[in-house]
């Protein structure tokens, strides 16, 4: 596979500011960083992405291949990310074809900070084959109670949306943004730069589940789904649009999960009940 060549432009996740409280008392706190990043194919400007700007290649290289515009990572040369001008310069290897008609019509999403979708949200949905297996409730709870102990900006400052990529019950990788569509978008740029050969795994266990502080959107299941992520877990609940989504596409959306407690929106078959709280089974 030949990957593309990525600068490492990071930036500060937070700001110190001052705020006053309830008592009148003024205290110093931190604040999320929001900043924008307007990305270029080709010195062709695409979109201005609202971000905090942890990592902007990765983020990217997610947007391009989740909204379809390009096939694989193999596609890109390089992506250069520059603070100065807050610009991501994307070369391609052989240029988007189509793109003016394929990027003419744009679908605003739900959302913190409104993302947007090129194209139809349904196109093209029937072509993804979800990888076989199941979610065991032990592996729920696990992935919950790894993200309540996670260190991490919005239990410094709030105002963020957080998203997780697991391997079994194992954290891959935790992403916050401003935008709970940035954050699965930098997942899938990092997801896209990895071997991503299959594990073993333990009676058929599903390898990748993707965890969200978000409700599950149509966007967010698209998202996960085109990402090869065949189980959803969301501390949040779900959208009418997302339920049909995630039924059709064979996603098992799991929502309102919380302690022990969790609703299993869609496809349910793929849900494994080993570890059923001591006071259901009375």
């Not at 515009?69 to 074809?97: M, P, Q």
């Not at 940035?182 to 990748?208: C, F, H, S, Y």
Request: aromatic content about 6%; glycine content about 8%.
């Amino acid at each position: 596979m030949r990957l593309p060549q990525l600068t490492e432009a990071r930036a500060p996740l937070t700001e110190a500011v001052d705020a006053v409280d309830e008592f009148g008392q003024r205290r110093a706190i931190h604040i999320p960083a929001e900043r924008d990043l307007t990305v270029y194919v080709d010195k062709r400007e695409l979109v201005t992405l609202m971000t905090l700007g942890a990592q902007p290649e990765w983020l990217t290289l997610g947007y391009l291949l989740n909204q379809r515009l390009i096939a694989s990572v193999e596609d890109i040369e390089s992506i250069t990310v520059d603070w100065d001008v807050n610009a991501a310069s994307v070369k391609t290897r052989h240029g988007i074809e189509r793109i003016e008609e394929r990027t003419a019509r744009r679908v605003v999403t739900t959302g913190c900070g409104q993302g947007s979708v090129f194209g139809g949200l349904m196109d093209d949905l029937d072509r993804i084959a979800l990888p076989p297996g199941v979610l065991r409730q032990s592996q729920v709870y696990a992935i919950v109670d790894a993200i309540r102990v996670k260190e991490s900006t919005y239990k410094s400052a709030g105002s963020v949306h957080a998203c997780a990529l697991f391997r079994g019950t194992e954290l891959a990788l935790f992403v916050e943004d401003v935008g709970r569509h940035n954050a699965v978008d930098t997942i899938a740029g990092w997801l896209a730069l990895q071997d991503d050969a299959p594990r073993d795994r333990a009676e058929g266990m599903l390898d990748k589940v993707f965890y969200t502080t978000g409700r599950l959107t149509s966007e967010m299941v698209i998202k996960s789904a085109q990402m090869g992520v065949a189980a959803v877990i969301s501390r949040s609940g779900i959208t009418q649009m997302g339920l049909q989504v995630a039924r059709r596409v064979g996603l098992c959306a799991v929502g309102r999960a919380t302690n022990k407690h969790f609703l299993c929106y869609a496809n349910p078959e793929r849900l494994v009940y080993d570890a059923v709280p001591q006071a259901a089974r009375a």
